[in-house]
């Protein structure tokens, strides 16, 4: 099991520009899909507050649910990359 867990939902374009950073970055993560409706998404509302996709949670560094792709992709390569 990983620290970190992306909540995405596939074809989500996103949610692959989150996923294509992990990548680059050989970061291992678990996965959760979530549903499409917005109403059924009550984990990620709990965890972000907001039900979109994707959201990040790192719980070695105690991020317990960070929205918005832009911010994540960002976060990611501060904390993993090659500058971290």
Known sequence: MSNLTLYELPGCPFCTKVKNKLAELDVEYDSVEVPRA?????????????????????????????PESSDIVEYLEETYGSAA
């Open 38 to 66: 917005h109403p059924e998404r009550t984990e990620v509302k709990e965890i972000s507050g907001q039900t979109g996709v994707p959201v990040l949670v790192d719980e070695a560094n105690g991020v317990t649910g960070m």
